[in-house]
């Protein structure tokens, strides 16, 4: 019996199990495809093929340089036949960054899409490990083809001078899909995700297979009262270098065999039209994704959608409301990290807004102050937590044992995020650990300080950094980015802020910008606004001459 579990509960046997019970039924819309179980099945068994006469075997790591599509997850299915492992990288980094993830990673064959070869060169240089390119053609029309080819010959002479091979494709995949068996059980490794880096060189997240399977069954569980099944549909936008994109749309549709509609990118402009085309009752669109679309001029027609629910991360309570109101479904917050899974979620029947619901009973969490003392409810502190299921969370952060060691003090995982329960039980989510500021003694939420200025009806969005002071603290420093068309003097946005929020919160520096820098799933990249610290163009409080209000 147990043997059995340890097997069964890996994510190809599942895509088998379930290419054997539905067969030629839809599993997954890409553009103008369609792709059933049977053939998804069928194109990892290829993959898997292709992978061993490569000599990749049990253990060894595969990079993945490609935006969201169909062989992105025939690879992934493919890797865990042959028990490899999966590195997903952001398609938007470049150079040293790439670099380092390819050769922190290990990988010894690098997948990508051929508008990304640019980049090999320097990949090559620092990844001593990578023995073989496999490039994907994005585009099938014959001139850009006949282009891509004759850029594939120059690329295949670069790579041939670091003495590594280079295929197309279709070669890779050309075979009958006959592989060698290999033994894979619950606690081998699937996939590495990096972590977005906000603060340095990210961390190569390993996760387990039955992490990868447990969340698809928490996030089956989360939404129980919709009943998710055969007949519905999810709507896929996030990236697949990301957790939330395969927990929560590629393994939950396949676990519950649902269809799943896999976009490229998240387009504000298509995202209606996709839902309503393919019957969308559920969707994986992050939060900035939802923020984006109440931006978009209100419609009579906007509730006259399938969709349901949003499966999404930590939202204000006005978002979730407004977008509730507006398009009829509901946001579902939940916390949950890359390495620990979705471990606090709401649910319909006990639902909270504006906080991220209540603990899943697979794990055990506590909030602690800085000395590490569980505090009591309504009292912030940073999130502990700790999985009650074998092989449920991250294996390690990816040869960093010092990392993994501190990440996992006390026996107690710390996530480095903050936040407190209320007297019900419900998680309410403050702030990155490091995001928060110290002011003339007093501890500060950027989130807090965001929350205020993004309820602003003339500010888009903006972010809250600290600023190193003259006396050895923080300063506030806020950068925004306000709506088209709007405009919103310093004096007026501080006047709005105190009025909001303790003195020693109101932001010093006040930096207007067009957009803010953000990475693939749209996260404000923070760190790169800490390096530019306060430019030419910033607004600075003390020297206005304007008096805060205490």
């Not at 059933?36 to 790591?61: I, M, R």
């Not at 590495?192 to 990210?202: A, E, H, N, R």
């Not at 959608?305 to 507006?326: D, F, I, M």
């Not at 102050?369 to 449920?392: C, F, H, W, Y």
């Amino acid at each position: 019996m147990v043997q059995d579990i340890v097997r069964e509960r890996v994510m190809h046997n599942l895509l088998e199990r379930q290419a054997e019970k539905y067969g030629r039924r839809t599993y997954m819309y890409y553009e103008d495809k369609e792709f059933s179980f049977e053939e998804v099945n069928k194109k990892a068994n290829q993959v898997a093929s292709g992978l061993q006469k490569l000599g990749v075997t049990k253990g060894d790591k595969v990079a993945v340089v490609m935006e969201n599509c169909p062989e992105v997850i025939f690879l992934m299915f493919g890797l865990s036949k042959v028990g490899a492992v999966v590195v997903p990288i952001n398609i938007y980094h470049k150079g040293d960054i790439m670099a380092y993830m390819v050769e922190h990673s290990d990988s010894s064959i690098l997948v990508m899409h051929s508008q990304f070869i640019d980049r090999l060169g320097m990949v090559l240089k620092k990844a001593s490990k990578i023995q073989t390119v496999v490039i994907l053609e994005e585009d099938s029309d014959e001139q850009t083809m006949n282009s891509s080819a004759s850029s594939l010959v120059i690329v295949a002479e670069q790579i041939g001078a670091f003495g590594k091979q280079v295929m197309q494709w279709p070669e890779f995949i050309d075979n009958n899909g006959q592989y060698l068996y290999t033994d894979v059980i619950f606690s081998d490794p699937i996939m590495i995700l990096y972590t977005s880096g906000t603060t340095g060189l990210s961390k190569g997240v390993l996760l387990p297979q039955n992490l990868v399977y447990t969340q698809a069954e928490h996030f089956y569980t989360w939404t129980l009262e919709f009943d998710l099944d055969e007949e519905d549909c999810i709507y896929n936008p996030s990236p697949l270098c990301h957790a939330q994109a395969w927990h929560a749309g590629v393994n939950l549709a396949l676990l519950r065999g649902a269809r799943m509609v896999l976009k490229k990118k998240f387009s504000a402009s298509s995202h209606w039209d996709d839902v309503k085309r393919y019957g969308c009752t559920h969707s994986t669109a992050f939060g900035a994704a939802n923020s984006i679309l109440l931006l978009a001029e209100p419609k009579p027609d906007d509730a006259d959608n399938p969709l349901k629910v949003v499966l999404g991360g930590p939202a204000s309570e006005k978002l979730c409301r407004e977008y509730e109101a507006r398009f009829g479904a509901k946001i579902l917050e939940f916390y949950g990290s890359t390495e620990l899974g979705a471990a606090i979620r709401n649910k319909i029947s006990d639902y909270k807004t504006g906080t991220c619901g209540k603990r899943h009973p697979d794990y055990a969490i506590k909030i602690v102050n800085e000395d590490g003392i569980e505090v009591g409810v309504n009292t912030p502190g940073e999130i502990l937590a700790r999985p009650l299921k074998q092989s449920m969370m991250m294996l390690e952060y990816y040869k960093m044992p010092e990392k993994t060691a501190e990440a996992w003090k006390d026996l107690w995982f710390h996530t480095g995020d903050c936040g407190y329960f209320d007297d019900d039980g419900f998680f309410h989510f403050s702030d990155r650990k490091k995001d928060s500021l110290r002011r003339r003694g007093e501890n500060i939420s950027s989130f807090e300080v965001e929350k205020v200025v993004n309820s602003h009806p003339a500010v888009r969005e903006s972010a809250v950094i600290g600023v190193r002071s003259d006396f050895g603290d923080d300063d506030v420093m806020l950068c925004l980015a306000l709506k088209p068309g709007e405009t919103l003097p310093p004096e007026e946005l501080i006047s709005f802020c105190e009025d909001r929020m303790a003195y020693f919160m109101v932001p010093r520096y006040v930096r207007y910008m067009e957009n803010l820098p953000k990475n693939a799933v749209l996260r404000v990249e923070k760190y790169k606004l800490r390096e530019e610290g306060v430019t030419p163009d910033t607004w600075d409080l003390e020297k206005s001459g304007y008096k805060l209000k205490r």
